[in-house]
């Protein structure tokens, strides 16, 4: 079973300081991808990553893929109260990789 | 319009009861799944169906019995419903099972 370990759990940070959200695993994933998850909806897809050492940007939020592809951060800017919420990584999974696996999630809050 | 939607979004039930939380998707995608995420927000599959035939079955207990009567939708209904049934269940899909998976809102099961 390949296991996704999210570090941080939680985050509690004030508006406009930086964090960064970590997911580690001892297994090569194929890809990796990061979702957001706002308070009672479902988890809303970020980004993909495929390339080892990869390096992805959207506005504010940076990802990386470890060069092994067994990690992935994701790194936030100067973040804003609407970056708040659950961040889960996830990465294909079963002998068929039809089987997204999810990590534990880091729950964050920037505080105004 | 709501690509993923699900209901009831909220449902408190007795012990012992048996129900049915409907899903339909308007993304014309050909796979879809169920996810169940717990209280500490771990989100695990627990079926996933490809033009409504089974693909992906985890270790659910048989209570749970999803059904597919077109691509569209995927009702997942259950029996005897236990204390730690009490989660939030996700539907997704999305067009193969190795493609960005769209999730509905979700919906919020109470047993008491």
């Known amino acids: 079973t390949q296991l996704l370990e999210q570090s941080p759990q939680f985050l509690s940070i004030q508006e406009g300081e930086n964090l960064t959200v970590y997911c580690n695993s001892s297994?090569?994933?194929?890809?990796l991808q990061w979702y957001r998850q706002e308070p009672g909806e479902g988890p809303v897809l970020l980004v993909t990553v495929v390339t080892g050492g990869e390096v992805k940007k959207l506005k504010r939020l940076t990802f990386q893929f470890g060069d092994a592809r067994k990690d992935s951060s994701l790194h936030i800017t100067a973040a804003q109260p609407g970056d708040t919420g659950l961040y889960l990584c996830a990465g294909p999974g079963g002998a068929a990789g039809n089987k997204l696996t999810f990590g534990g999630g880091t729950r964050v809050l920037v505080k105004p | 319009d709501t690509a993923v939607s699900q209901t009831p979004k909220y449902l408190v039930t007795q012990m012992g009861n048996d129900k049915s939380i409907k899903c339909e998707q308007n993304?014309?995608?050909?796979?879809m799944y169920w996810y169940k995420q717990d209280s500490k927000k771990f989100l695990k599959i627990m079926f996933s169906?490809?033009?409504?035939?089974?693909?992906i079955n985890e270790t659910v207990p048989n209570r749970f019995s999803p059904k597919s009567p077109d691509k569209a939708h995927l009702n997942l209904h259950i029996n005897s419903l236990e204390l730690g049934d009490s989660a939030v269940y996700f539907c997704?899909?999305?067009?193969?099972?190795?493609?960005?998976?769209?999730f509905g809102e979700g919906s919020w099961l109470t047993v008491v």
């Open positions: 297994s090569v994933f194929s890809s």
């Open positions: 169906y490809n033009n409504k035939e089974l693909i």
């Open positions: 993304l014309g995608h050909d796979t």
């Open positions: 997704a899909s999305s067009q193969g099972a190795r493609n960005t998976i769209y």
